[in-house]
């Protein structure tokens, strides 16, 4: 089986981000210069098709990836050491700002074009959000490009069933859990947080994914992903007011009842 | 070394300990010669003959270009190493343009000025015009040649080793790692055989816990020692081998610095360089640089010799940026990053052995710092070219890397050139700040002045020999049954005492405005994004409680950089790695000495995982 995770950088969560106009639309200021992780979201589907491929032997994870080259070169080096995978590198913008669309043409083209990959063997992943690019969308389209039409958003878990079908757990509304089960691969994953922990670093594992992360990089195809027909008619974050405390061991009633507190305003 | 536990192994030709300048200009210039035209391996593996040499590279930040500082350099090997070097493909980086020597007289009368001092700001406040004061600041009418910087750049270092690193790995030559500590250098029979990661999945005290993963044994003929100035690696060779006959390790600083956004309309010009003297005590150096788009890095250096029993970093900070002639610059800026680290600055008598079997230390922790310029980019540039040269020629002769061959070629290249000779003429220019801080000044001068000939002596001494206490320190400032009180009422609220008798000294409370003048804690998010994975062992840690108890300063909590150390039960003080942006500042702020070796202190400061997530610095 194949499993093809999709994801790309983000701000490190800690930056101070500060949209501005730039010359192609919105952007983030100083962008190329704020530190990037992978999107947390794509790190769980990531860390999760690892998980998955472990349990079946054969599996081969690919992570499929559209990125400022240089940056995404340094993200890798610390990805790199989480799981097992093959990196397929797409040189474009991992700006919040670039249309879903754009960004899932041009990731449905990667997948297609990986040399003998059988769809019918293979599992898309992806986050079902971006902590950049929160349209929720893009993932959806990918596999509607690729012609995939069993889709799951919100994932939390996936069970392969002795019958080879895929028992999954969806997030749906009221804090509930939708339990789907999909007769076989292909399908579309867009997944929530998971249940595994961030990996550890593995200097063994970083080793052998640079063996194709470095070649991958130098032939990343450019992709020149844009803002699309979107009209941006205004950019702005929210606003905070920051009453910053940093207090441990807080007993729980009383962290409960500031919430409560806090909710009802 | 004996245990039982089953680690992982891997094998390379050369493992790097750090990335920094050292290891850039290291790797760079290797990287150079790693590839022949037709893009096959020049540089063979010695221990994998056929293949590429295998150079491996751990940094402990999280990322490449974290904790790191800005600096103004002349960057006469970085330039070496890039002669069509363009600043302007560096983000942040700028060429010099004005540069200016601040006298800063004491807008707020708590300095701790001495007598001399005292009646000079008079004298300057008599003369006023006549003398050029403005906003509370004399500009010097004459810098000398030594400290000039002209032909130089302003670089912020996060900034240029990203760029230095993406060119590197580029290259396929070499892979640099981040997150991954290196917790010690494997050492058998008087040789260094490789390293060893640090212990995942670990309790806070180093026991396994879920998901333990040992840290991997990373064995190579070769390992390069540039892990900075507090780095565990130096740490541990130093006390495995010892250092050369009359070197030390007195003389520190910490740097504690913001990247911050200039107000609009700013006039500062980028290439501007600005040194204070005077202010906020006379010890304290400060500096502001203009990186283009209105972007300045500031921040002050508060050194081992200011005899301060609750020395500090920020609050000195954020009165020195409101000094009068700073802040009609600064006012209405915004804080962008922060940071801090420590710097050696002993300089060439700092220098330890530099070579041994197996190993090669390069960069500041290796003494490379000029302590007369106030330079130390370039010159550890300079050492990491200086040893890929040797190690490019040893790998084309086929010897090994032993202490002979290194001596050979590393050393002796080290010996000939002009960090060397540069390092020889700075070595006693502090010298008279052990006597104070004029003859400081006037023995820095005289040393620039006359190349090294005439200096002002003065014995460096370790920390707990010089630190008074804090009754005598304060005098008649502040009774001694009032610092007890302060003493006894911090250390039950678990904070440092140095705001509180600050306060009580006279120094103006701090108008905090959520923009440029913030609160410590707030730093720390809003600047420096600090940060720590789980499954790691404390890294800082205090092995004699006794004597922690016993102690009646704790420098090591009033200098710590990010407040993560506090005062704890019966007055111990308890380290929070959450918050710990690995300055190093407590290892060296120890007023007591190690039982066992008294050029050591009883803070053990080790490598770890985590810290700054800023870029800027």
Known sequence: MNIIVCGSLVPDPLQTLEPITGPTGPALKNEMMLPSWLDPWAGHALYEASNLAAKNPGSKVYLVSLGPKAKLQQVMMTVAQKVPFELIALDGSAGGFTDAAETAAAIAEAISAIPGLDLNNTLIFGGWESASRGAGATMQIVGERLGITDQFEGVDSLEIQADGSLKIMERVEGGKHQISVCTAPPAVLGWATGNLPEPRNNPQVGMANMRGIMPSLQKAKPSPVTTG????????????????????????????????AWIRG | MSEAIDR?????DIVCVGFGPASGGFLTRLAAAAFNPDGSPALESPSMPGMPLQVMCYERADDIGFGVSGVVTNAKAIRESFPDLDPSQIPMAASVGEEKILYLLDPTGASRRPLAMRLADTAIRAAGSLLGLKNDAMELPWTPEFLHKDGGIILSIGQFTQWVGSQ????????????????????????????????????????????????MDVRAPLTVVADGPVGAIGQQLDKEFGVPDGHHLHDWALGMKFVVDLPAGCELKPGTVLHT????????????????????????????????PTRTGYRYLQHWMQHPYLWQYLKGGKLRSWGAKTLQESGKRGEPHLAGDGFARIGEGSGSTNVLTNSGVDEAWATGVQLADAVIELLKAGKPFTKENLDATYVKRRRESWVEAEGRIAEKARDGFQRGVIPGFIGTFLTGLTQGHINIPGKPGATHTRVPTLESYYGSRISSDEIARIRKDCDTKGIAASGVLMDKVGWP???????????????????????????????????????????????????????????????RPVFDREKCI?????????????????????????????GLHSGEN
């Not at chain 1, 008619?233 to 962290?255: C, G, M, W």
């Not at chain 2, 906020?280 to 400060?286: L, N, V, Y």
């Not at chain 2, 502001?288 to 301060?308: C, M, Q």
């Open chain 1, 229 to 260: 027909d979107i009209a941006f008619a205004s950019v702005s974050l929210p606003s905070q007011t920051r009453t910053t405390q940093v207090v441990k061991d807080v007993p729980p009633d009383q962290i409960a009842a500031e919430l409560v």
């Open chain 2, 168 to 215: 590197v790995m580029a290259t396929g030559a070499v892979q640099i790692w981040p997150g991954s500590p290196v917790s010690e250098a494997i050492i058998e029979n008087q040789a260094v055989t490789g390293v060893r990661l640090m212990d995942q999945g670990v309790t806070k005290d180093g026991a396994s816990a879920d998901g333990y993963m040992p840290g």
């Open chain 2, 509 to 571: 409370e701090i108008p905090f405005d959520g923009e440029l003048l913030v609160s410590h804690q707030d730093a720390l998010l809003m600047g420096g994004k600090v940060q720590a994975p789980h499954g790691y062992a404390d890294h800082v840690t205090f092995p004699y409680s006794a004597d922690c108890e016993s102690c009646g300063c704790k420098i090591c909590v009033e200098m710590c950089s990010g407040q993560a150390i506090t005062p704890g039960e019966n007055g």
């Open chain 2, 582 to 610: 690995h300055c190093g500042a407590c290892l060296w702020n120890c007023a007591k000495p190690d039982p066992k070796n008294p050029e050591l202190t009883i803070v053990s400061f080790q490598a770890g995982a985590g």
């Open chain 2, 277 to 308: 003297i005077g202010f906020p005590e006379p010890e304290i150096f400060g500096f502001l640089y203009v990186h283009p788009d209105n972007v300045a890095s500031f921040g002050i250096f508060v050194p081992s010799w200011f005899d301060n």
């Open chain 2, 8 to 12: 992982p192994q891997m094998e390379a």
